[in-house]
Every structure is written in structure tokens, then in C-alpha cells.
């Protein structure tokens, strides 16, 4: 069985409660495949983390943890305070020796392409996948300049097929409609413009999965203080999913 994190800034925590209801459950992740925050909460799982763990280090973090502002290009920011971040709690880690297989996907700004991940530091490799256009300055890995996997492939349930999943279940948590308005920061309005962007995308990956979770959720992106709401959310809407999910799996 295998996971597809999806994309969608700090709604992304619901992939932590989507996993608690799933190891509650007994429920098997062989894979997993992230874009974007579900490269870090998949990351981070694949790891070896504990979904408490998970939940304790992910979230309380802010934005000031894992960015911090270049000169004189003020409008750019580092990402290597997010490389740091992950060090801190997974170690230097590679990904082709994670307990739980994994990928994660970014997109190559050279070319438009998708890049797949899955060998290298793990920790670069959720730096690359999480680095939002114009906010953030590509990451230089694999030879390549990479940015947010989300302009690509914002729900990774290809990838994750791809890794062998005979099961795929995708959690999409992105929105289904737009507030005119509702964007309040810089970063609000890049993510909103990368959700529009990634609708029709997200359509044609989800033909890809057997199971579809999205949580309820708001429209705020980029603050973690909803943090809570949104694990419950994830929790809820895969408690809903769990007789589907066996059946898919008795079924294979």
C-alpha cells in the first residue's frame, strides 16, 4: 500500500493525522511519495519518526525556523534553515537507506520538468521540494535547480505507483474552491496562485489513486497555528475512509 502526500502549505499537518488514524488502524505504509509539506511530513515518517514525534516537532514550527531572508535580493529567502530543521530530527539521512521506502518530487526550474527523489540526502531533498517560487531560491541538488514539486505534481500518486503501490491512497489537500481575498501575505497569494494552477493537475493524478482523502479544511496556508485543526481534520476524514480502504486491500 502506498501514500501520496499532497502539496498545501502548513493544511498539510492533515497528512499527520491521517497517518495517526492509518497506524491506529493497523493499516500497512509500504511507500510513501510527498510533494511539497507532504514531502516533509512523509519525509520525516519514512524516516523513522513516530507520528506523535511527527506531531510534536512539526506542529510547532514557524515559518521563521525554516526560512531566513538573503541580501540584497530581499524578496528571496534561504532555505537552509529547512535543511538544518530536518538534520536536527532525522539526522543526515539518505533516502534509498529509509526504513520506509520514499520519494519526493520538485520541479527542475530549467526545464519545467518534474525531478524525482529518490536517493540523495533526504533532507535536500524536502528542501527542494518545499521551495516556493519567487519566496524562496531554488535549491541546487542533483545538478539541477529545483523548486516546488507542487507546480508538477501537487498530489504524487504516479510517483508513488510508479514505487510499486498496488494500493494508492492520495490525500489531496488542497482547496476545492478560491475566496477572493483570502490571501493576507506574500506567501498566501503564491501558494493560492499555485493551487489554481495545480487543480487540473491534481484531477488527472487522482485517476491514479484507489483511495481519495481530502480533509476539511480552511482556506489559511501558511500559518501553523491551525496545526491542531488540521491533524483532526485528516483524522476525521480517514476514519470515514477505513472501510474502503480494507476492502481495496482485501481485494488485491
Given at each position: ?18 497517518l ?14 510527498g ?9 520525516a ?7 506523535k ?11 521563521g ?26 539526522g ?32 535536500h531533498a524536502?528542501?527542494a ?8 531560491r ?13 507546480i508538477v ?20 489537500v ?13 506567501i498566501?497569494?503564491l ?23 481530502r ?15 488540521y ?22
Open positions: 500500500m502506498g501514500l501520496a502526500l499532497g502539496s498545501g502549505a502548513a493544511r498539510g499537518m492533515a497528512h499527520l493525522g491521517v495517526n488514524i492509518l497506524e491506529q488502524e493497523g493499516i500497512p505504509i509500504d511507500m510513501i511519495a510533494t511539497s509539506v507532504g514531502s516533509m511530513v512523509g519525509g515518517y519514512a524516516a523513522g519518526m513516530s507520528v514525534e511527527c506531531m510534536k516537532v512539526l506542529s510547532t514550527i514557524s515559518w525556523q525554516l526560512v531566513r531572508p538573503t541580501f540584497p535580493m530581499r524578496s528571496l529567502v534561504h532555505n537552509a534553515p529547512i535543511i538544518s530543521f530536518i538534520e536536527k530530527h532525522v543526515k539521512r539518505l533516502i534509498e537507506e529509509l526504513p520506509i521506502p520514499f520519494g519526493a518530487i520538485a520541479s527542475d526550474v530549467s526545464t519545467g520538468e518534474a525531478h524525482i527523489m529518490r536517493t540523495g540526502s533526504l533532507a524536502i528542501a521540494s518545499t521551495a516556493v517560487p519567487v519566496a524562496m531554488p535549491v541546487n541538488y542533483q545538478g539541477k535547480h529545483l523548486a516546488d514539486g507542487a505534481h501537487p498530489v504524487p500518486a504516479a510517483l508513488v505507483r510508479s514505487m510499486g503501490a498496488d494500493i494508492v491512497i492520495a490525500v489531496n488542497c482547496p476545492e474552491s478560491f475566496t477572493k481575498g483570502a490571501a493576507r501575505h506574500l498566501d497569494s501558494m493560492n496562485t499555485i493551487d489554481i494552477m495545480s487543480a487540473k493537475l491534481i484531477k488527472e493524478e487522482l485517476q491514479l489513486a484507489d483511495v481519495i482523502l480533509p476539511d479544511l480552511g482556506f489559511n496556508q501558511i500559518s501553523f497555528k491551525d496545526a491542531d485543526d491533524i483532526a481534520a485528516g483524522e476525521v476524514v480517514t476514519r470515514e475512509a477505513i472501510t474502503q480502504i480494507r476492502q481495496k486491500i482485501a481485494a488485491s
